[in-house]
Every structure is written in C-alpha cells, then in structure tokens.
C-alpha cells in the first residue's frame, strides 16, 4: 500500500502563494507518477499537475505558469508551489499516487483564496 500524508494548506489572499507537501510512504517503488488534484465547491475534481518518475510534468490550463509541481526522490515527497492565487483556485488539494494496480490518495487539504 501506499500512504499520502499533505500539508501546507491555509488561508491566503488573492495574489498570495502556498506550497503544498506530500510525503509518501508504503511501496514507494510501485510509484509511476504522483500529482495534485483539486475539486472546488460543488465541482468535481480535476487535475492540476502531475509529475512522472522520469520527471515530465503535466499541467492543467488553469494553472499553467502559476503553479510549479515538483519532487524530491530522497525524501518521498512531492511538492505544488502555488502563486498568483486566485479565488478561483479555492478548493480542497489532493496529493495523488499511482501504481500499476491503481491510484492512492491523500486525505485532503484546504486551499481557501479571498479577494
């Protein structure tokens, strides 16, 4: 199995930066890519980056040069550095693992943007 464990979540303003963490822990070598997730209010939820284990990255267009995901291989750790934060972006982040067999996920944080 394959543990999430997120933080960095908050209250910011519009304009404001956050920078969510992921730890990963489990069968850390099962792990594919790993990314970030997201589901504003009464909205499903949706991508928003996503890194490979060779390091190739995938944004959504709503966030593309705003948000920067990254990793840190020796700490098992993902990273999603948020700026220029809008509103909008108000939702609950999930950090995201996926193996061969399926896809593993975090409890959830918080990301609250006001104008």
């Known amino acids: 199995q394959v543990q999430l464990v997120e933080s960095g979540g908050g209250l910011v303003q519009a304009g404001g930066s956050l920078r969510l963490s992921c730890a990963a822990s489990?069968?850390?070598?099962?792990?594919?890519?790993m990314g970030w997730f997201r589901q504003p209010p009464g909205k499903q939820r949706d991508m928003a980056a996503i890194i490979t284990n060779g390091g190739s990255t995938n944004y959504a267009d709503s966030v593309k040069g705003r948000f920067t995901i990254s990793r840190d291989n020796a700490k098992n750790a993902v990273y999603l550095q948020m700026n220029s934060l809008k509103p909008e972006d108000t939702a609950v982040y999930y950090c995201?693992?996926?193996?061969?067999?399926?896809?593993?996920w975090g409890q959830g944080t918080q990301v609250t943007v006001s104008s």
């Open positions: 489990g069968s850390i070598s099962s792990i594919n890519a």
């Open positions: 995201n693992a996926r193996t061969n067999g399926r896809n593993w």
